[in-house]
């Protein structure tokens, strides 16, 4: 037999069987779709004396209506993190119910609604309130009952409500483990999911939440959760009397992500440089940015650079007040839906 001829023919099988490894598995997976989904935050129902808290019965209805009726797939919270985490795909309207602090009207109004509804929603809450019996709060049987309702799911909120983006470690960690260890007693599980109070954070904070075993944690920035997104950081929508109408329930429950990423200034605590020089990549399947337009409560809409073609910086000029302040970018999703992307800043007195 002709050598070359030999060898030629022993190249190929190579070839054949290396390419039927490739196949099989392949040296670069190939990347996911990236999906989105929103969460919603509540804190009161039906207790107008608190308008920035609450929510109107009728809001509430009409609420509850669209979600039975508006296809969507609603998802308990630690399904919606446990999707998120390992990158498996949501439906196209995949929403979560959140409701902060503990008051009395999530038992007393809330809780038979959603009920009756079969809709699936969690509660953070900060312990220190219930254990003192505050007026117009949950108790510890109220939260035991719904604990055991497989609807209801139990989230954790510090033991005090506190501010955490100035806080020490040490503190944090003391609030983590008090709140926790009522948990245990009280309701004999310690939760895995967090919210921070007031939306604030700070990259220590996030450290000590990770710490004590948190699967995710979620803000009070306004913006649709995504693939990729940091899941010690993830935002949700506010609902209350003033932002709660119908036509805003249904552009924030179908809003989809931007699919950002190396963003920065990664500490949403601001302390040398004010104001921040804030940038991010933007996934190429959202399309062109054109459209895309950035607002900040203290200066309103912002000037938004392009360094390549998915890259943006955003420009402020004025320097953040002390306290809290939002940025928001959106764009046109298409089908009257909207892409959110917002960051909670803090700056310290």
Not at 66 to 93: M, R, S
Not at 203 to 228: N, P, T
Not at 318 to 344: Q, S
Request: charged fraction near 25%; glycine fraction near 8%; include cysteine.
């Amino acid at each position: 037999m002709n050598t070359s001829r030999f060898w030629a023919q022993r190249l190929n099988k190579v070839a054949a069987f290396g390419l039927a490894v490739l196949s099989a598995f392949p040296l670069y997976a190939q990347e996911t779709p990236k999906t989105s989904a929103s969460v919603v935050m509540y804190h009161r129902f039906g207790e107008s004396d608190y308008p920035a808290t609450n929510i109107t019965m009728e809001q509430f209805e009409t609420h509850i209506n669209e979600i039975k009726t508006g296809g969507y797939e609603v998802l308990p919270l630690p399904e919606l993190v446990e999707k998120l985490k390992f990158g498996q795909p949501l439906a196209d309207k995949t929403l979560s119910i959140t409701i902060d602090d503990g008051y009395a009207s999530i038992y007393e109004k809330a809780y038979p609604k959603f009920k009756e509804a079969g809709i699936p929603f969690t509660i953070f809450i900060s312990t220190d309130a219930i254990d003192r019996g505050y007026a117009r709060h949950l108790n510890w049987k109220q939260i035991k009952e719904m604990a055991a309702d497989p609807l209801v799911y139990i989230g954790a909120h510090t033991a005090s409500h506190m501010h955490m983006a100035a806080a020490s470690q040490s503190r944090i960690g003391d609030e983590m483990q008090r709140s926790l260890k009522r948990f245990d007693e009280k309701i004999g599980y310690r939760p895995e999911i967090f919210a921070y109070p007031y939306g604030e954070a700070s990259l220590k904070a996030m450290s000590v939440v990770r710490g004590f075993g948190m699967k995710a944690a979620f803000g009070q920035h306004s913006g649709a959760v995504g693939s990729g997104d940091d899941l010690y950081y993830l935002p949700r929508f506010a609902l209350n009397e003033k932002y709660g109408d119908i036509k805003r329930f249904q552009m924030v429950s179908k809003a989809k992500s931007l699919h950002v990423s190396e963003l920065g200034p990664k500490d949403m605590t601001i302390a040398k440089r004010n104001p921040p020089m804030i940038g991010f990549t933007v996934a190429e399947e959202v399309g062109s940015l054109d459209p895309l337009a950035c607002f900040a409560a203290h200066e309103g809409k912002v000037r938004v650079e392009r360094l390549w073609e998915r890259r943006v910086e955003v420009r402020m000029e004025k320097p953040l007040p002390v306290g809290r302040t939002r940025l928001n970018c959106t764009m046109p999703a298409g089908d009257g839906r909207w892409r959110w992307f917002g960051r909670l800043f803090y700056v310290a007195p």
